[in-house]
């Protein structure tokens, strides 16, 4: 299949591009674009079949259900069977933006969309390409994360491009995208509000709405399933073998050191992906690939960094790739959800 590739701007997306764009969506074709988390690989919503395609590109399993993106508030009314007044405070709060809503769905959203459960997941995104994309096309738009499934998710178009080239029908170029992680989804079908992904909007943030927020122990607990079908999964994984290295920076640096000269020693390429911080204790060092990816002290960085950064790795070409902790508070907790996941868990404490 020919893959398109428009370059749009970002700020003022040409309407004859977006128009081209959504009459595809809306004529059942896959269509790629740029969200302040990560890109997206849209579909018609409400078309089953459209909607099946996004599985078979991805290689997705198909028990693990997507988000439809919408361009207004009131599109949700139309989608779910209840909102409660919470999540509505919520929406004016946040949206657009990184907060993802399940709730109780209704009839005419197909399986296909919600993998059989009785909930949807909603979200409108900020990014102009994406909300005068979802505008034009008059209709939901359900889109997982445009990668290959299990691969990092993509924050550049390119990495769309490397991923689903020839199997799905465009891609919108809109630039890097911003927050570089994905949306929070919080679970609001129920009487307690529920993280079941952690990610651009911090529970703390939440919480000042709303009060009280539990977080799915399932995240936690390896012995309870998560919530969230997607979270059960290993994911966000390069082909390179991730390790976390955590501890003060003058230990991380040092253990660092060490099992730098042991992978050298056995002839296994190794890739850095350190903070500031940590490069200040460990200075000069011989290593494969290398990448200062920003500051503790501004995890911002940090997140708009990580996946790309993980791709390059494997670009480069390195067996095993280190990288750092945090702490679980603030985006941090969206950070260590990820990175613990493309590590399976593997953590060094140094
Ligand atoms: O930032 C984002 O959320 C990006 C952009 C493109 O919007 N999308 C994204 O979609 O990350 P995806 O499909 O990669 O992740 C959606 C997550 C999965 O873990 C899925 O299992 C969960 O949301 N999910 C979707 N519908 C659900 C439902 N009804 N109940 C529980 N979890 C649900
Ligand atoms: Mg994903």
Known sequence: METKFWQVSRDEPQQDIIELAALMIREGKLVAFPTETVYGLGANGLDSQAVQKIFAAKGRPGDNPLILHVAEIEDVYTLARQVPPAARMLMEKFWPGPLTFVLPKKELIPDAVTAG????????????????????????????????????????????????????????????????????????????????????????????????????????????????????????????????????????????????????????????????????????????????????HNLLTVAHLIYSELRNCDKAGVDVILTETYEEQGLGTALMNRLLKSAGHHVIEA
């Open 117 to 296: 459960l009785d909930t949807v997941a909603i979200r409108m995104p900020d990014h102009p390409v994406a909300r005068a994309l979802i505008k034009k096309a008059g209709v939901p738009i359900a889109a997982p994360s445009a990668n290959r499934s299990g691969y990092p998710s993509p924050t550049q178009a390119g990495h769309v491009w490397d991923d689903l080239k020839g199997k799905i029908d465009g891609v919108l170029d809109g630039g890097a995208t911003g927050i570089g992680l994905e949306s929070t989804v919080l679970d609001m079908s129920e009487e307690l509000p529920v993280i079941l992904r952690p990610g651009g909007i911090t529970k703390e943030e939440i919480a000042e709405t709303v009060g009280k927020v539990y977080i799915d122990p399932g995240l936690y607990d390896t012995k309870q399933v998560p919530k969230a079908p997607g979270m059960k999964y290993t994911h966000y994984s390069p082909r390179a073998q991730v390790i976390l290295v955590q501890g003060t920076p003058e230990n991380t640096a040092r253990c660092i050191r060490e099992m730098v000269k042991e992978y050298d020693s056995c002839g296994k390429k190794v890739g850095l992906l350190l903070t500031t911080e940590t490069w200040e204790k460990i200075k000069n060092i011989k290593v494969f690939y290398h990448k200062n990816i920003g500051s503790r």
